[in-house]
T-cell receptor, first 111, second 111 residues
Framework: QKEVEQNSGPLSVPEGAIASLNCTYS??????FFWYRQYSGKSPELIMF????GDKEDGRFTAQLNKASQYVSLLIRDSQPSDSATYLC???????????FGTGTRLKVLA | DVKVTQSSRYLVKRTGEKVFLECVQD?????MFWYRQDPGLGLRLIYF???????EKGDIPEGYSVSREKKERFSLILESASTNQTSMYLC??????????FGQGTRLTVV
């Protein structure tokens, strides 16, 4: 089992819809969770982080964390074509500073 | 804004050459990381450092070494470049409390 799993996609949504991206992780003690956006040929850019169970909202983005289910998600409201990118989930295992990344979900927002 | 700067965007090296990839951050971050990114494999951790002169192996350290003589600079060294080290190399830095920020990436081709 991979440490951080994401569906590779592509996930296609129409412009204006809600895009829902999911990530599961294997280490129950993981403490910090991050979402990065990566455009083709560019480096990852941090868009959200969450440390506690529940929801965290920032503009059109909402991160949701459920530690009991070992599940973290990212919702993008009012999706725009400029949101088309690969979204990477990252997790910090307990007792370490390193980040474990999923392989990413490719999102396509159709105009 | 956090700035993480990698010395080159593109590099072409010959098999057997010793290759140096340099990374500098300007936010006084304790932690620095080197990842490589390959299609279908995601981001894989090569080495990370949590303090000057300190380093820890990541998941794929074979064929690589690192140097951290100053807090702001973290170098990745390919001792004898091979074609299977052709990849995108990404440097990142983070404070002990938070999020990782990436440099622009170096696309290395070994011929």
């Amino acid at each position: 089992q991979k440490e951080v799993e994401q569906n590779s996609g592509p996930l296609s949504v129409p412009e204006g819809a809600i895009a829902s991206l999911n990530c599961t992780y294997s280490d129950r003690g993981s403490q910090s969770f991050f979402w990065y956006r990566q455009y083709s040929g560019k480096s990852p850019e941090l868009i959200m982080f969450i440390y506690s169970n529940g929801d965290k909202e920032d503009g059109r983005f909402t991160a949701q964390l459920n530690k009991a289910s070992q599940y973290v998600s990212l919702l993008i409201r009012d999706s725009q074509p400029s949101d088309s990118a690969t979204y990477l989930c990252a997790v910090t295992p307990p007792g370490t500073y390193k980040y474990i990344f999923g392989t990413g979900t490719r999102l396509k927002v159709l105009a | 804004d956090v700035k993480v700067t990698q010395s080159s965007r593109y590099l072409v090296k010959r098999t057997g050459e010793k290759v140096f990839l340099e990374c500098v951050q300007d936010m006084d971050h304790e932690n620095m990381f080197w990842y490589r990114q390959d299609p279908g494999l995601g981001l894989r951790l090569i080495y990370f450092s949590y303090d000057v002169k300190m380093k820890e192996k990541g998941d794929i350290p074979e064929g690589y070494s690192v140097s951290r003589e100053k807090k702001e600079r973290f170098s990745l060294i390919l001792e004898s470049a091979s074609t299977n080290q052709t990849s995108m190399y990404l440097c990142a830095s983070s404070s002990s409390t938070g999020q990782a920020f990436f440099g622009q990436g170096t696309r290395l081709t070994v011929v």
